[in-house]
């Protein structure tokens, strides 16, 4: 530590006048927690984060998690600080527009400086769990040399007081994640007013209670701020440091108090606190000296890279840890020609026994994937053998028991793909896909590779009832852009799925699997050596007589869309069946492939366990034939009859449309 | 007290009979948990729940959840036993089928015994917060001689592992809710395997850092039991017991291990079971003795009922709360002359604005209503005056500092909706319905009255930017059966959302309002006396010229549509405008109403600032005018122009499919 101990105080004074700055000219945003946390950070990028401005990219670089994203001008202000390319002090003063990086939440795809995308409370906190669980499991297959990082979050009172950060800490803590530290801004304040108008808890004793470190200490005290960050990482559990802060200190009217969070100062209070720090230099100026401070700052990670980069040329692991962290996929990857030895079957397996299958083949070629559930292993179906229990004493394994947490796991998911070098996958059941929907979004919006198992897709689930048969889930999935959603009608188009998921780097994937056990509906024959599914949906099934129905399915109503289609063979009407496991892929194709399977002279049918709505896309003014309720309580079979999915209740329909 | 001790046993053995028999017959089911809990039920049902068989719906009685709704088993165990009409025991020799009222899960909507359903996990615990705090309202309201009562939960590791638990704990303990009285089935068990696989926890530590009473006992000692259910009772915090079981409890090869959550035993281990627990009566059969126990237990609550009714008969209050927990409205409910004076006016207010407007007439006149918002109280303006806070220090106050808790607050809500005698409404972002979207689920399943007022509806919220903006969440909601989903257009339609709303006895509504500000487009003559938004959609500009343009439009882009319409009919081309503010409601309609504001010979057209997949129901091979991405961050209405919505990008558009 080369800054003397005065220059600290201005320095934070920095990011207190780039935030009022930049909320000010942008009339929105959240002054707040910048202006409070400012002494925090400052401690933390000074004495404690190891970090390249030069290399935001660099693998064993620290994670800084700013949880408590709405504070994003923190971010932008220690980025610029710093001296990262991006953003540049242009792109703060056009901090929120149109055309700057420096939206009102930071976004990890346009700031390479940002880990990830924070804004919706508790994810910034969990994502950083599974950051500091990467960090953890690549440092036991690669070694200290290679990877050593800590992951360091600042967090506010809404992500401690999310549901979801009782899973993220749960989680930290029985992974005894000590490289995680997370500094809580103590505040006292929630946009409704003081926080105890909703809250009487005792926070560190809850942290305490499932085995964290917990310290505090005085936000705006700078030594005492370096002690507690001191004994953080010292201590062997994952820490979390209370820090008492003032929110919106140095606004004199302002600062403690609700009205600081979300609005700008206004140019008086601005004045006003601009005397209260000493601040004179004009409004997004930064005096030279205080700029020379902090770019000194950061070039100093220049050397630990170097001395990384040193450690790496002499390693003969370093390029499996490159090529992981660089999201490619193994070159003798050939999990291709396992399955389609499969086409040669006639395997009747459910399809989440079906994904097992194709995880046996998949996770020892791809020695990056690390599987979980959030306590449905066997139903799940997610448990190779190449792929031993992941935990506190063997961080090597490569399966997470996540707990009863899917919000966590799914959080936590997207915090290690992030970090680079592990594909995570984890399984629910898909209506519980409910419980970690928004992460699911926040996966497909920072374009994370995870890969969502989601079992017992529909009534097929039977006994259990309807609080656990997804009627509308697989729409609504479909619903969130960037999200391929996969729900594979036998073996094959799984095996396809699963190959198609893992090879999308930029893209989640959400793989919606049966229970009940479902015919091998492709062989090679109709297969043709093509990977189908890569196509998001195909013609199984060419009419034999005149063609004039075209049935359109997924998963396990393809098998009933073939009966369908026999059935109405057998009275000379000619039907296509289409199965369509992936619409995002589907709407990817040209406009010539599209047509030919969606052809305007047929009556298009679709049949699918779930609801309606949506279905119209694909066939106009035809017929659909759903689930437009919630379902019941029984064994599969008879809930498909009872709800309509049978040959004997489908044909009757399309020959009366027909007619 | 009147039962010999000696005679639990028996009692508590005839609910792991019928549990065994049940789910083998099923072949399906959880034996586990009710063989465990047995002995804690046997005694919670003896010594300290207030229930009436021949009542089920008495207002006063205590509430009674199974959070673990998998164990449903000793539910309808303990029903029957205690003898209420529902469920008979053929009911139980059906457990599982689709003719009977013993669903895999309990569900409140086929068995008047059954206070909520349950099975989503940690949700029936949270649920029960908001029965307690409903409870407590009432009681505050119209004293102790009507509304003195408790609520009791069972709950297993997983309602505890869960993110909800956390807020439900914290919003349990900051409101002192002493009536509640959680029993932790302490089994150290998860589907997975042992709790240690994925925790760490030292559980009672959390509650008690949240301001709870904790306090253990041997599950399988009567006594013990009931000493700490006393203590209990006697607490006045929020009570945890932790009940110390063996899972599977009887089953003397399987008990204690995970193999006994969720499989039948087998016919061999019932028999071993048999031989342990002494029972030799045939299957579904409870020996004379131990049911007649067991029913004359439950007609002891015949007393307390009577006592109740008679200071019913003597209460001015008593007809009031028999209306509020009857859920009809006041009598002399009169908001709809309230708002239709505002049709002459011509008001241009957010909708989340007209919202708080229509609350500030509502809330007095409906005194059931009980407010809150998950920590955006001025965001949501779902506060008004007549709705003060409801705190531990007044629990007569009406509306709730619920916290930065989503999730809690809407399993509270459907808990205090499915108490009785409030209606609860709250708000949050739509962007966060994510966070409680299966809570939602639960209030359309369970027939709920629970209202989600979810502002900041699309990209309309401006320089928050894409974690913020809703995109995919009007249009999944609608995914959802039984949830009537508005998007009001302007003051007046957001009015007629309420009184609707309000009305739905047996539906939750969810009410989509903007941020910003939206022009008054409905007036006293182009409403003809009709309070139009009942009819789900309607027509709210005729075409001048001939019509060859139907524009179908929501929310803020109704505005959009009226301008898109002019333009049209500028060039000579008639175009209808239809708002569709509720599409369930307008599903409901006959299908001539349909038919004519759909005609099968104009080009149909939706706006809509969100996904378009869906709206191809209704405009078929026509046009859909959405937004297939994410947002982004800027000034609302540079955004609107950004991604295409405006006169300019649209009419061309509309004039080139024309052509």
Redesign the interface.
């Known amino acids: 530590m080369s800054i003397d101990p005065s220059r600290l105080g201005p320095m934070a004074n920095a990011i207190r006048a780039l935030s009022m700055d930049a909320v000010q000219a ?1 009339n ?2 959240h002054p707040g927690m910048p202006m409070g946390m400012a002494d925090v950070a400052t401690v933390l990028y000074s004495q404690f984060l190891k970090f390249d401005p030069a290399a935001p990219k660099w693998s064993d670089r620290d994670r800084f998690v700013l949880s408590a ?2 504070g994003s001008m923190l971010a932008y202000s220690l980025l610029y600080l710093t001296g990262y390319a991006s953003p540049t002090i242009e792109d703060i003063r056009k901090f ?3 055309d ?1 990086v420096c ?3 930071p ?1 990890n795809f346009l700031i390479p400086g940002v880990e990830c ?5 508790g994810q910034g906190f969990a994502m950083a769990v599974g950051m500091a669980l990467a960090e953890r499991h690549l440092n036991a297959t690669f070694g200290a040399d290679l990877v050593d990082h800590r992951t360091w979050v600042i967090a506010g ?2 992500c401690l ?7 993220a800490v ?2 930290a ?2 992974l005894k994640l000590g490289h995680l530290n997370v500094l809580w801004d103590d505040n006292k304040i ?4 003081d926080t105890a ?7 560190l ?2 942290y ?4 964290w470190h917990v310290t505090s200490c005085d936000g705006h005290d700078f030594a005492d701020i370096a002690r507690a960050l001191g004994e953080a990482v010292a201590d062997p559990r994952p820490s979390l440091v209370a820090c008492r802060t003032v929110i919106g200190k140095g606004a004199p009217n302002k600062q403690g108090s609700h009205s600081v969070h979300g609005s700008p100062l206004g140019a008086d209070e601005i004045a006003a606190a601009r005397g209260v720090l000493g601040w004179t230099a004009a409004p997004f100026e930064v005096p030279a000296e205080i700029l020379a401070d902090w770019r000194g700052l950061g070039a100093r990670g220049a050397a630990a890279r170097a001395a990384w980069e040193q450690r790496a040329a002499a390693s003969d692991k370093a390029a499996e840890l490159a090529r992981r962290m660089a999201g490619d996929l193994p070159a003798g990857e050939d999990a291709a020609q396992a399955f389609a030895a499969w086409l040669d079957g006639a395997q009747k397996v459910a399809t989440r026994k079906a994904s097992e299958m194709a995880l046996e083949v998949l996770t020892p070629l791809v020695p990056e994937m690390v599987g979980g ?1 959030a ?5 799940n179906n997610t448990k190779t053998k190449a792929t031993g229990p992941l935990t506190a004493a063997d961080y090597g394994g490569r399966y997470v ?8 796991m799914a959080a936590a998911m997207n915090g290690m793909a992030l970090h680079g070098g592990v594909i995570p996958y984890g399984g629910t059941f898909l ?2 896909a ?2 970690c ?2 992460a699911i ?2 996966s ?2 920072q374009h994370a590779r995870v890969i969502y198992v989601l079992t017992h897709d529909s009534i097929g689930l ?7 048969q997804p ?2 889930h697989v ?2 999935l ?5 999200l391929n959603v996969f729900r594979p009608a036998d073996l094959i188009e799984t095996a396809e799925a699963w190959q198609l998921a893992v090879a999308a780097k930029h893209t989640p994937s959400a793989l919606i699997l049966t229970r009940q056990n479902l015919p091998q509906l492709r062989t090679a024959a109709n297969s043709g050596g093509e990977m189908r599914s890569a196509r998001g949906a195909y013609r199984l099934v060419a009419a034999t007589a005149a063609r004039r129905v075209v049935l359109l399915a997924t998963g396990s109503e393809v098998e009933l869309a073939v009966k369908v289609a026999a059935a109405l063979e057998g009275r000379g009407i000619g039907a296509d069946v289409v199965s369509m496991p992936c619409w995002e892929l589907f709407d990817a194709q040209d406009a010539a492939y599209r047509a030919d399977l969606l052809p305007a002279d047929a009556l298009k049918v679709s049949i699918e366990a779930g ?1 309606t ?2 279905w ?2 694909y066939v ?2 035809g017929l659909t034939i759903g689930l ?3 379902g ?4 599969a079979e ?2 498909f009859d ?1 709800f309509g999915f049978s040959v004997d209740k489908i044909v009757p329909q399309i020959v009366d449309r027909l007619n």
Do not use: C, W
Not at 117 to 121: D, H
Not at 161 to 167: D, F, L, S, V
Not at 375 to 379: E, H, K
């Open positions: 942008a929105s945003g994203g709405h929120r527009q149109i700057s939206a009102g939440h976004e995308t924070t804004g919706p409370l009172d809404g007081m999310e549901g979801i950060n009782h899973e749960g989680l803590g029985t929630t946009i409704d007013g108008l909703s809250t009487s808890e005792d926070i004793g809850r305490a209670a499932s085995g559930s306590d449905l292993t066997g139903s028991y996540y707990g009863i947490r899917e919000f966590g209506v519980f409910d419980y929907r928004n979004r926040l497909a919006l039977g006994e259990d009832g309807p609080t656990h009627v509308e729409m609504s479909r619903m969130i852009p960037n609801v709505l949506g119209q896309k106009g003014e437009d309720r919630f019941a309580s029984a064994p008879v809930l009872h």
